[in-house]
């Protein structure tokens, strides 16, 4: 009796090692030994990914990311600094998912890198129209402005390139979807409904699907951005302004948030329904379901493709202004950048019901250092 409660602990202090191995910054964690090939997509470490890709907005193309130092505001300080995105920045010592993965794997394709000016439009202050540039966005696909009505676009920009055709084609690929602050900003107009913004995601990803293999699909949680937009009203001065004209970029950056059939806590709604219904989306193209949407299967599953819902919510009150742009008040910066990647890194590797639901902003916060043992989570297990 004893020896085996005495074993037990054993093994539970060796898992706890195993799990809570840390560090400060991701280039102190070691290198995970080599080791045989994944067998699937439900096996996958960090070193296995040689292709990061995204689709998404403007916090993925990395607006405003870094604070400006004037007294007021020019157009020409609207920049896409997609080099330092948190998600896909490739510059060098950039806190985002990529430069995490390069860690491991020093052959990762896809970071975008560098940065170039926003495009600016008179009516609606950033242009709608998509553009992509590919030698500073790479597999950035993510557009400033864009909806999930744009994802369709933005899926063929990535599957020209990691498609079933190109040298990509069976490359293990980590492709990161993080839409709707641009849906909710317009979610009060006529024909914008709950559903059409589910129908967009999961047909897009769908049509990913069908054209894309070997790829693990992250599903990011939108954050509730109707609250991290009156943050800096608690540091006056620090949102700048333009000079000689009253323009609120708010009126366009969220369109519906002042307006009588919207209202802040009308966005708060519609960003707790996205999250959820992202969730299903993952649910629903994960498993049997997904095999019943792509065809029959005889049991199998058809391509190496999963999907995962990545939470993505912290606390608003432990969210602190310098986090966010000082540009617009309301995108986050760099510092934000670097709890956002932390915080979505630590959780690839937690089951789903280990996820944090809501979270504690730290951007000192240590990340995860992945052993040979440890799998990048789906909701499935190997095999
Ligand atoms: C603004 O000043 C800070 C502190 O001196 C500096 O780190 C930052 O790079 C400057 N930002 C720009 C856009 O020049
Ligand atoms: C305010 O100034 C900015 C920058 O020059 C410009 O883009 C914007 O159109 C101006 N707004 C108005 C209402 O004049
Ligand atoms: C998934 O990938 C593994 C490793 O490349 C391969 O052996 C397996 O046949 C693939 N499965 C499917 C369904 O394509
Ligand atoms: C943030 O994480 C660091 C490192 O673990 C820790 O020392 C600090 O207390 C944390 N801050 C908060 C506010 O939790």
Redesign the pocket.
């Known amino acids: 009796m004893t020896r085996v409660l005495l074993f037990t602990l054993c093994i539970a202090i060796l898992f706890n090692n195993v799990f809570s191995l840390t560090a400060k910054d991701i280039s102190e964690c070691p290198p995970i030994p080599h080791h045989s090939p994944p067998i699937s997509v439900h096996d996958l470490r960090a070193d296995d990914i040689r292709v990061i890709a995204a689709l998404g907005d403007s916090v993925t193309a990395g607006l405003v990311a870094k604070n400006v130092n004037t007294t007021y505001?020019?157009?020409e300080q609207f920049v896409e600094y997609r080099g330092l995105s948190w998600l896909m920045g490739g510059d060098k010592g950039a806190a985002s998912l990529a430069n995490y993965f390069k860690n491991f794997q020093p052959d990762l394709y896809g970071s975008s890198i560098g940065d170039k000016p926003a495009r600016?439009c008179e009516e609606t202050?950033f242009c709608l129209d998509s553009r992509h540039d590919p030698s500073v966005d790479f597999l950035n696909a993510a557009q400033s402005g864009a909806t999930s009505n744009e994802l369709p676009e933005q899926v063929d920009y990535l599957t020209e390139q990691i498609g079933l055709h190109t040298e990509h084609a069976t490359s293990w690929k980590l492709i990161n979807i993080f839409i709707g602050f641009n849906d909710a900003s317009v979610s009060c107009l006529p024909g914008k409904s709950v559903e059409q913004y589910k129908a967009n995601v999961k047909n897009s990803l769908i049509q990913l699907f069908e054209r894309v293999d070997y790829a693990l699909v992250n599903i990011i949680g939108i954050m509730q951005y109707n609250d991290l937009i009156h943050i800096t009203d608690k540091v006056p001065g620090y949102k700048k302004r333009?000079q000689g004209?009253t323009?609120d970029l708010l009126n366009f950056e969220c369109y519906c948030c002042r307006h009588p059939d919207g209202g802040i806590k009308f966005i708060g709604e519609k960003v707790k329904e996205y999250n959820r219904v992202l969730s299903e989306v993952a649910e629903e193209l994960s498993g049997s379901v997904f095999n019943d949407i792509m065809g029959p299967l005889e049991g199998k599953v058809r391509k190496n493709v999963s999907v995962v819902y990545q939470p993505m919510n912290p606390i608003i009150a432990t969210v602190p202004p310098h986090s966010l742009s000082n540009v617009d008040g309301y995108h986050p910066n760099t510092v934000g950048y670097t709890y956002l990647s932390k915080a979505l890194w630590n959780q690839l590797y937690l089951p789903k019901d280990k996820k944090a639901r809501i979270d504690v902003f730290n951007a000192s916060r240590p990340v995860f250092c992945p052993t040979e043992h440890d799998r990048l989570k789906t909701y499935q297990r190997i095999l």
């Open positions: 505001l020019t157009n600016l202050f333009f004209n323009t």
